[in-house]
Nanobody, 123 residues
């Protein structure tokens, strides 16, 4: 069992930055790949970024590549999403999720989800 708690969301002006954190609990958490997803009002949830269990490989959606950075600290059982140069279209609820050894790009492969944190970017 893995429990995930996101934090770090908030209101920021366009061009600003936020860092989201996802604190995990569970003895085997460090073996899980992790992903960040987001869901904007009226839209489907989409993948933003993902990272393998050891941090060796990362993935970014085209819309955030070059602006967002995913990282993890297995000792602190936390995964981060550094978001820079934020745009109004980044406004959404952001979720972290854990994936035990399957393809990181499909939401269907994620076993555990956090409750989400709101990010609002004003123009």
């Amino acid at each position: 069992q893995v429990q995930l708690v996101e934090s770090g969301g908030g209101l920021v002006q366009a061009g600003g930055s936020l860092r989201l954190s996802c604190a995990a609990s569970g003895r085997t958490w460090s073996t899980y790949g992790m992903g960040w997803f987001r869901q904007a009002p009226g839209k489907e949830r989409e993948i933003v970024s993902a990272i393998t269990w050891n941090g060796a490989n990362t993935y970014y959606a085209d819309s955030v590549r070059g602006r967002f950075t995913i990282s993890r600290d297995n000792a602190k059982t936390t995964v981060y999403l550094q978001m820079n140069s934020l745009k109004p279209e980044d406004t959404a609820v952001y979720y972290c999720a854990a994936n035990l050894g399957r393809g990181l790009l499909s939401q269907l492969n994620y076993d555990y989800w956090g409750q989400g944190t709101q990010v609002t970017v004003s123009s």
